[in-house]
């Protein structure tokens, strides 16, 4: 029998060359790899003059070089891979703790998609003689009858090379085959900055890329001018990891051990920690379990998109989506926009818009570590992996255990918790009922080996979630007792303590609800009794009106001269206790949280203070004028005359009280200086503005003045009104504090001014000190409409 062999035209060369590979960063990723494999630290990626394809690409890496013997049986052993046999030298691997980033063996004819010709010097040890290799790219294409094999390159030592060569290799790519501008090596760097995972054990952490074009200096100067430093091409790549943004979204993390037996699932919402689980395995392939795999996955709220376009310089619509590493580098081109969904995540968006995340929702990375043979790049070197059962498994694994649990919270809880957007630094704010339904629901996947969660999602309890707890409970107990888990045991007991806490709740607000019932009645009939001495006391308020020409819309204080509404008395009556209550919502807060030995910062402690403060001004505010003046109106936003309420109040009420309050017992004199007959009308609340005037007042009084003095500028856009007094006054060392929070030079609060700088600018007015050299002080307030 004769024996026949196949016979190899010089064509092969562009098949797995320029053909093959089809990408010009895919090109310059493969060469970057190849240093990376020869263990260099640093790899500098040089275009001269690239703006004509007369120009050239530099690869240069201080790896561990190659001699006569490795050119020979490795570097022209075309489709051989000396690192997927296993013929490197393990001794390097083992001191880089590198794992190879390529094992295909083609990805040498990067060169020829890049540029015609190629010199390669090389070596190994500086006392060698440096190795030279030269390949005409376009001698292999003249012929195709002629074999492969039979085309020549040149090789030869040389003492001397026009570059600064110690150990390792450069490669020399000239005649280049496409034009590299501005636009085109800002792309690169971009996508060079997602090459290398830094997050990725494989000694990514000591392998530096460099990008230069010293052509294009000037317009990097430019860009630098303008303030955007993120458009600079020159200079270190700086690799991409998504968890520096800090993102305030909701992020996952899953991860599969080494051996494939157990999966770790943490999901934080806003940087707040939800739960942490441990279950079994259950994905497999080919008989074997995936392993040695971590997922971290990022959903996109509004406030996240905003934040990285700003830190990126990119909207992350033009950035891309999920990403794949294997061992390190980038599997091109997963996660790129337009071509890179392999997953189908926006197939299934569409499926369920309002339910389902697509490309456009998220941004994250799936890592696959070790040797993980099974996921092989595809040859294309943009195809990104081989369809094959290991891909399929990985696909499941990511739809059904990473997006799916994130979509659950961040969709679920989240979005349909009607807190699209909200401060992670306010308790109230998280979404305890849905979270606790979501915690109870994820309780009931097998093979859970334990369990944990934020206790902070206990801290409210409804008739609604009574029942998601009693179920958690049961579904904890069961894990417990399988996993033999006493921290798990600690957390049934706080759910057992809440419970009984809930029930003694629920029956103590049953009787104050009979109770509150029964004054209700008393109450009603206390208003029936007085409705007719009521409407006899609102004829003599109209006889009176209509003696001094007065209208009752003109005024807001004047049922001060009948005795008071038994209505608004008990109108009276529920906001105190409603505002009582939110004080004592404050201080149990505040206990609960030094009960149960959680941290406190003194920041969020001033916070609480300063609400409960504002409270207790609004309650203080209210008491002084319930009985003046209609209190149906003063919790209310209203539209009325301003300056006909501002001036009321202050000679109705604070004249009065201030001369009778036993603090201060004083004669205070109240001047108004405006005699012009003015209005102005806007939306305001009289309880703020109330609190504002008694906060100015007070001050004066505790200041020794005994005369205040108000004067109004009125025009169609602005109601001016200056508050001066002639009391000590305010040192000028301290002019610039005065509205900070906590800040007092008496025995008082410090949120005096405090609050009525946030009321003010709550309304699009300002409050501020005057310039006044005169003793005293003075205050310009400016209240503005539309």
């Known amino acids: 029998m004769t024996k026949k062999y196949f016979k190899i035209s010089s064509s092969l060369k562009n098949i797995i060359g320029k053909d093959l590979i089809s990408d010009d960063f895919v090109a310059i990723f493969e060469l970057v790899k190849n240093s990376f494999d020869a263990n260099a630290k640093k790899v500098d990626v040089i275009f001269n003059d690239a703006l004509a394809k007369s120009g050239s690409i530099i690869i240069a890496d201080n790896g561990k070089g190659m001699d006569l013997v490795d050119f020979e049986d490795k570097w022209l052993f075309v489709a051989y891979s000396a690192k997927k046999e296993g013929t490197e030298d393990y001794r390097d691997e083992i001191k880089s703790k590198r794992i190879y980033a390529g094992a295909k063996g083609i990805g040498r004819f990067s060169c020829d998609r890049l540029g015609q010709k190629l010199v390669i010097y090389s070596?190994?040890?500086?006392?060698?003689?440096?190795?030279?290799?030269?390949?005409?790219?376009?001698?292999?294409?003249?012929?195709?009858?002629?074999?492969?094999?039979?085309?020549?390159?040149?090789?030869?030592?040389?003492?001397?090379?026009?570059?600064?060569?110690?150990?390792?290799?450069?490669?020399?790519?000239?005649?280049?085959?496409?034009?590299?501008?501005?636009?085109?090596?800002?792309?690169?760097?971009?996508?060079?900055?997602?090459?290398?995972?830094?997050?990725?054990?494989?000694?990514?952490?000591?392998?530096?890329?460099f990008l230069q074009a010293a052509y294009l200096k000037n317009a990097d100067n430019e860009v630098i001018k303008s303030g955007k430093s993120d458009l600079v091409i020159?200079?270190?790549?700086?690799?991409?990891?998504?968890?520096?943004?800090?993102?305030?979204?909701?992020?996952?993390?899953?991860?599969?051990?080494?051996?494939?037996?157990?999966?770790?699932?943490?999901?934080?919402?806003?940087?707040?920690?939800?739960?942490?689980?441990?279950?079994?395995?259950?994905?497999?392939?080919?008989?074997?379990?995936?392993?040695?795999?971590?997922?971290h996955l990022f959903s996109l709220n509004q406030e996240s998109k905003t934040m990285f376009t700003k830190y990126m310089g990119v909207r992350p619509v033009n950035f891309g989506s999920v990403f794949v590493y294997k061992n390190g580098f980038r599997v091109h081109p997963i996660g790129e926009i337009g071509r890179g969904d392999v997953f189908g995540l926006d197939g299934r968006k569409q499926q369920?818009?309002?339910?389902?995340?697509?490309?456009?929702?998220?941004?994250?990375?799936?890592?696959?570590?070790?040797?993980?043979?099974?996921?092989?790049?595809?040859?294309?070197?943009?195809?990104?992996?081989?369809?094959?059962?290991?891909?399929?498994?990985?696909?499941?694994?990511?739809?059904?255990?990473?997006?799916?649990?994130?979509?659950?919270?961040?969709?679920?809880?989240?979005?349909?918790?009607?807190?699209?957007?909200?401060?992670?630094?306010n308790v109230s704010d998280f979404p305890k009922e849905k979270a606790l339904e979501f915690i109870e629901a994820l309780t009931k996947s097998?093979?859970?080996?334990?369990?944990?969660?934020?206790?902070?999602?206990?801290?409210?309890?409804?008739?609604?979630?009574?029942?998601?707890?009693n179920s958690l409970l049961n579904n904890l107990s069961v894990i417990a007792k399988d996993s033999k888990s006493d921290n798990l045991l600690l957390e049934i007991n706080k759910i057992q303590e809440h419970l009984s806490d809930f029930a003694k709740a629920t029956k103590d607000a049953e009787a104050e609800a009979k109770a509150e019932k029964q004054k209700r009645k008393e109450a009603e009939q206390l208003a029936k009794e007085a409705a007719e001495r009521e409407k006899a006391a609102i004829n003599e308020v109209q006889?009176?009106?209509?003696?001094?020409?007065?209208?009752?819309?003109?005024?807001?204080?004047?049922?001060?001269?009948?005795?008071?509404?038994?209505?608004?008395?008990?109108?009276?009556?529920?906001?105190?206790?409603?505002?009582?209550?939110?004080?004592?919502?404050?201080?149990r807060g505040v206990s609960n949280k030094i009960r149960s030995g959680k941290p406190m910062t003194a920041e969020s402690f001033l916070n609480v203070l300063d609400q409960i403060s504002f409270v207790s001004r609004q309650i203080s505010a209210t008491t002084k004028f319930a009985t003046k003046a209609n209190f149906n109106l003063e919790a209310e936003l209203i539209e009325h005359d301003l300056y006909s309420y501002v001036h009321e109040y202050i000679f109705n009420i604070c004249s009065g009280l201030v001369k009778i309050d036993k603090d201060f017992n004083t004669n205070m004199e109240f001047i108004w200086v405006s005699n012009e007959s003015s209005s102005f009308n806007l939306e305001f609340r009289p309880l703020e503005i109330a609190i504002v005037l008694d906060g100015l007042i007070n001050n004066s009084v505790k200041a020794g003045a005994t005369s205040i003095t108000f004067d109004s500028v009125v025009d169609d856009k602005t109601f001016k009104l200056i508050v001066k007094d002639n009391g000590s006054g305010i040192k000028e060392s301290i002019k610039d504090h005065i509205f900070e929070m906590g800040f007092t030079t008496s025995k008082g609060s410090g949120l005096g001014l405090h609050h009525a700088k946030n009321i003010i600018?709550?309304?699009?007015?300002?409050?501020?000190?005057?310039?006044?050299?005169?003793?005293?002080?003075?205050?310009?307030?400016?209240?503005?409409?539309?």
């Open 543 to 587: 006889k009176l009106a209509e003696k001094n020409k007065i209208t009752t819309n003109q005024s807001l204080f004047l049922k001060s001269m009948v005795s008071a509404n038994l209505e608004n008395i008990i109108a009276l009556h529920h906001h105190i206790g409603i505002a009582a209550g939110t004080i004592e919502n404050y201080v």
């Open 123 to 209: 070596r190994k040890n500086e006392n060698e003689a440096i190795s030279k290799l030269t390949v005409n790219w376009n001698e292999f294409e003249e012929d195709t009858q002629t074999k492969f094999e039979k085309i020549p390159v040149s090789y030869e030592t040389v003492d001397y090379c026009d570059y600064d060569l110690k150990i390792g290799t450069i490669l020399e790519i000239s005649a280049i085959r496409s034009t590299w501008d501005a636009e085109k090596l800002r792309d690169l760097r971009r996508s060079l900055e997602k090459l290398i995972n830094p997050g990725q054990s494989n000694g990514a952490n000591s392998f530096s890329i």
């Open 352 to 425: 369920g818009t309002s339910r389902f995340f697509g490309t456009r929702d998220l941004i994250g990375r799936i890592e696959i570590n070790g040797v993980n043979d099974g996921f092989q790049e595809a040859s294309s070197r943009d195809g990104g992996l081989v369809r094959n059962s290991a891909f399929h498994s990985l696909d499941e694994f990511f739809i059904e255990h990473v997006l799916k649990r994130l979509e659950r919270f961040a969709i679920g809880v989240v979005r349909y918790g009607n807190i699209e957007e909200f401060d992670i630094r």
């Open 446 to 469: 097998e093979g859970i080996h334990d369990i944990e969660f934020n206790s902070d999602i206990f801290d409210v309890i409804s008739n609604a979630s009574e029942k998601s707890l």
């Open 761 to 786: 600018t709550a309304m699009k007015g300002d409050i501020k000190l005057s310039d006044s050299k005169e003793k005293g002080a003075e205050f310009i307030i400016i209240f503005t409409r539309k």
């Open 234 to 295: 020159n200079g270190k790549i700086q690799n991409f990891l998504f968890e520096k943004l800090d993102l305030k979204s909701t992020h996952i993390e899953v991860e599969i051990d080494k051996k494939g037996l157990l999966i770790t699932t943490v999901l934080h919402d806003r940087g707040r920690f939800v739960y942490r689980m441990i279950e079994e395995n259950p994905y497999i392939y080919e008989d074997k379990k995936l392993s040695n795999i971590k997922a």
